[in-house]
């Protein structure tokens, strides 16, 4: 099998529009598709919903199922917040502060940015409660060959002591 991309990624959402105005609006995706039906096409169940695709860049889709009538959205109680969410990649550090300065500016509360060594980052949750970060790199080629190369020893370790290894400590610590 040879993978070509992502086609989409799909998750949940309170409201279509609200999902949509947002993700156009906010963070400059277009809004490329909707699909409504009243049965689910691959298991015939009577469950109307309004699927919502945008473009996230580079052919990436992030789409969304609204479901008028599901229970209400829930989360895993057993997964901090900050572990399950979106990242999207932007160009410079410049943009990534003139983002965040707009997201606050449309009353959303962003963390950060966040030094992760070969990338900065901020994070804030859209209106469906679903975390999301914008990155921006800065690390060099040597920087992500220099993490690459550890990644299977780190792998490895993590697997045999459930402890975080130490070979890309540098990313965290600054050391070179």
Same mark, same amino acid.
């Given at each position: 099998?040879? #993978?070509?991309? +992502?086609?989409? *990624?799909? =998750?949940?959402?309170?409201?279509?529009?609200?999902?949509?105005?947002? =993700?156009?609006?906010?963070?400059?995706?277009?809004?490329?598709?909707?699909?409504?039906?009243?049965?689910?096409?691959?298991?015939?169940?009577?469950?109307?919903?309004?699927?919502?695709?945008?473009?996230?860049?580079?052919?990436?889709?992030?789409?969304?199922?609204?479901?008028?009538?599901?229970?209400?959205?829930?989360? !895993?109680?057993?997964?901090?917040?900050?572990?399950?969410? +979106?990242?999207?990649?932007?160009?410079?550090?410049?943009? #990534?502060?003139?983002?965040?300065?707009?997201?606050?500016?449309?009353?959303?509360?962003? #963390?950060?940015? *966040?030094?992760?060594? +070969?990338?900065?980052? +901020?994070?804030?949750? !859209?209106?469906?409660?679903?975390?999301?970060? #914008?990155?921006?790199?800065?690390?060099?080629?040597? !920087? =992500?060959?220099?993490?690459?190369?550890?990644?299977?020893?780190?792998?490895?370790?993590?697997?045999?002591?459930?402890?975080?290894?130490?070979?890309?400590?540098?990313?965290?610590?600054?050391?070179?």
């Amino acid at each position: 099998m040879n #993978l070509a991309r +992502i086609h989409h *990624v799909a =998750y949940r959402c309170n409201d279509a529009k609200e999902t949509v105005d947002f =993700y156009r609006d906010l963070l400059g995706m277009k809004f490329l598709l909707a699909f409504a039906e009243d049965e689910v096409p691959s298991t015939g169940e009577p469950d109307p919903y309004m699927h919502v695709f945008l473009d996230a860049g580079m052919g990436n889709v992030l789409a969304f199922f609204e479901l008028p009538n599901a229970g209400p959205m829930g989360k !895993d109680p057993n997964t901090p917040a900050w572990v399950q969410h +979106i990242a999207f990649k932007v160009a410079s550090h410049a943009e #990534l502060l003139a983002a965040k300065q707009r997201l606050e500016a449309a009353g959303l509360d962003v #963390l950060g940015p *966040v030094n992760h060594g +070969i990338f900065d980052s +901020i994070y804030f949750f !859209d209106p469906n409660g679903h975390r999301l970060e #914008l990155a921006c790199d800065k690390g060099t080629e040597a !920087d =992500y060959a220099r993490a690459q190369a550890v990644a299977d020893d780190m792998l490895e370790e993590w697997t045999r002591t459930k402890r975080a290894p130490r070979h890309a400590a540098w990313l965290h610590e600054g050391a070179s």
